[in-house]
C-alpha cells in the first residue's frame, strides 16, 4: 500500500501539489490530468524520485525520505522519455544491468533476461544498440528493464506516448497480465477502462477519485 499523507510539493515558491492525502491499496490505478497539472510529480513521489516538500509518502510503511533504496526496490518507475532509463549500449545488456548490480549469479541473470525478453517480443532486437532503437522499441525495453527486477508496484509515467497501435496493444496487454500494483499516469483515456480507480489531479488537489468513466467525466469537465 502506498499512502501520501498532506503532501505539499513546492519547486521552489510555486505549489504544484497542495496538501495531498490519499492511499493506494487497489492493483491498478490510473492517474489523468492536464499538461502541468503535477501527475509526473505525483509519480516520482511514490518512488521516492522526489520527496515531498511537507508530509510524508509511504510504501509498505517505509518513508520514502527514509528509506530510499528499499523503496525504489519495491517500486520500479518507467519513465515518460526511455532515454532515461536506458543506460547499457545493447539491449540485452540493458535488461541484464539491474540483476548484475544486485550481484546475482551469472546464470540466474541470463535465465531472467532471456524470459523477459520472450515475455515483451524483444528476442529478435536483444544484440542491437539500445540507442537506435525506435521509440516505441526503446518504451517495451525500459518496461522491460524495471519488470525484470520484479517490483511489487509499477510506477509508469504515460508510457505508451512513443508506441504505434499494436505495440500499445502490447504494453496494455503486459500491464493486464501482471501481478503487480500498477499505477499509470497516462493522456490515453481508453486504456484506463479496465482499471479500479482514476484519480484527477487539477490545480494541484485530487478533484476527482472514482472509477473509470466518472473520473473521465470530471477530467473532461474540469478542462473545458
Ligand atoms: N524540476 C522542476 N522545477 C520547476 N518546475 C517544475 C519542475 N518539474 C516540473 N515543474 C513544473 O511543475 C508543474 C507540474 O509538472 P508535471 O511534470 O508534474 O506535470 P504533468 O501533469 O506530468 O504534465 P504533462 O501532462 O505535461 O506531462 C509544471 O508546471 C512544471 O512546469
Redo the contacts with the bound molecule.
Keep these: 500500500m502506498i499512502a501520501l499523507e498532506h503532501v505539499t510539493l513546492a ?2 515558491d ?1 505549489v ?1 501539489l497542495d496538501d495531498l492525502t490519499v492511499t493506494l491499496a487497489e492493483k491498478r490505478v490510473g492517474v489523468i ?1 492536464a ?7 505525483f509519480a516520482r513521489l511514490l518512488n521516492g524520485l522526489l520527496l515531498p516538500t511537507e508530509g510524508t509518502v509511504t510504501v509498505d510503511g517505509l518513508d520514502t525520505r527514509r528509506s530510499g533504496r528499499e523503496v525504489r526496490r519495491k517500486v520500479g518507475f518507467v519513465f ?1 522519455n526511455p532515454d532515461n532509463q536506458i543506460v547499457q549500449p545493447t539491449v540485452e545488456e540493458d535488461v541484464a544491468f539491474g540483476l548484475k548490480n544486485l550481484r546475482l549469479p551469472k546464470a540466474e541473470i541470463a535465465a531472467k533476461v532471456d524470459e523477459v525478453l520472450r515475455r515483451y517480443s524483444l528476442e529478435k532486437l536483444r544484440t542491437r544498440q539500445a540507442h537506435l532503437l525506435s521509440g516505441g522499441e526503446k518504451q517495451l525495453l525500459a518496461l522491460a528493464g524495471v519488470l525484470v527486477m520484479r517490483p511489487q508496484y509499477v510506477v509508469l509515467d ?1 508510457p505508451t506516448t512513443l508506441l504505434d497501435w499494436p505495440n500499445r496493444r502490447k504494453l496494455m496487454d503486459a500491464l493486464t497480465a501482471l501481478e503487480e500494483t500498477v499505477v499509470l ?1 497516462t ?1 490515453d483515456l481508453e486504456t484506463l477502462a479496465e482499471f479500479e480507480r482514476v484519480l484527477v ?1 487539477h490545480e494541484g488537489r485530487i478533484a476527482a477519485d472514482a472509477p473509470p468513466s466518472e473520473a473521465i467525466d470530471a477530467y473532461l469537465k474540469a478542462v473545458s
Design positions: 519547486y521552489g510555486r504544484v490530468g499538461n502541468g497539472s503535477g501527475k509526473s510529480t515518460q504515460e499516469v493522456h489531479i
